[in-house]
């Protein structure tokens, strides 16, 4: 079964973070499909790559065996569109203790949420050589001020990173850090913070405060970090940090309006 491992966010030398996987064989007229989040230790050859979960699956008969043929290239052709790569060797099932140590404990933290803006149009006008050495930029930078800043990476996802901190002023403080870092690189970020509790599950992120921090980096623009009302609550203390009211947003999905700030520098 031929299968292609999200790129992007990864070089054949990194070891120790989480894609997206995507599987397809053909048989006759019928075309299996199976995709899901992967985790990925190792590197080179000693690459290991494991599902993080069960993942899904699809059939889809296509009546003959041409259409499953051409079905088969299209659905390729898009995904490697994504970004998606040919991955060699299997995709194992990790295995967890008995004692749910695939879990963490509920807990509160800050969540950010960051996001490249217009990384599509920047992609085709590099073409995917030279976009994916600035994507391997992008995350070392990333990376380098979390570590600074004592963020624990939670997810990349395509173009985005999601990190929770147990303080909110290292979470900000963080984002404005990524941001002077990346434009650099010629590419500008949107940036949202929330803060609440959350737990890790099969290692994604689950819990409404995971939902409403992508939110508010959705109604952020090109350049901008906005925090929720959440997050200036708890900065109350903190008089290094300014903040410009960015009025009451709808935020989809979630029930209620949620007051949002601009971080200024």
């Not at 190792?42 to 790559?49: I, L, P, S, W």
């Not at 203790?97 to 920047?122: F, N, R, W």
């Not at 870092?181 to 689950?206: C, D, F, P, Q, W």
Request: aromatic fraction near 6%; include cysteine; charged fraction near 25%.
């Amino acid at each position: 079964m031929p299968k292609f491992l999200r790129i992007g966010v990864h070089q054949s030398n990194v070891s120790g973070y989480t894609s997206k996987a995507w599987c397809v064989r053909r048989v006759g007229p019928v075309v299996f499909l199976k995709w899901g989040a992967v985790e990925v230790q190792g590197a080179g050859d000693g690459r290991n790559v494991y599902w993080t979960r069960l993942p899904q699956e699809k059939t889809v008969r296509c009546g003959t065996a041409q259409r499953a043929q051409d079905y088969t290239k299209a659905a390729i052709a898009r995904r490697r569109s994504h970004r998606y790569e040919p991955l060699v060797g299997s995709i194992a099932v990790r295995r967890r203790a008995a004692d749910g140590g695939a879990e963490l404990k509920q807990a509160l933290a800050t969540i950010l949420i960051v996001d490249i803006v217009g990384s599509t149009a920047k992609a085709a006008k590099l073409g995917d050589a030279r976009w994916t050495k600035v994507m391997s930029h992008y995350y070392a930078a990333v990376r380098k001020e979390l570590k600074t800043s004592r963020g624990r990476e939670i997810v990349t996802t395509g173009d985005g990173v999601l990190a929770t901190f147990k303080a909110p002023a290292a979470g900000i403080n963080c984002a404005t850090a990524i941001q002077k870092a990346v434009r650099t690189l010629g590419l500008e970020i949107r940036v949202g913070l929330h803060a609440g509790e959350y737990k890790v599950s099969g290692g994604e992120m689950v819990g409404l405060a995971f939902h409403i921090g992508t939110r508010v980096a959705a109604k952020a623009r090109a350049g901008e970090v906005l925090v929720s009302s959440a997050v200036k609550d708890l900065l109350k203390t903190q008089s290094t940090i300014s903040f410009a009211d960015h009025g009451m947003h709808q935020l989809k999905g979630v029930p209620e309006r949620w007051r949002l700030y601009r971080v200024e520098e």
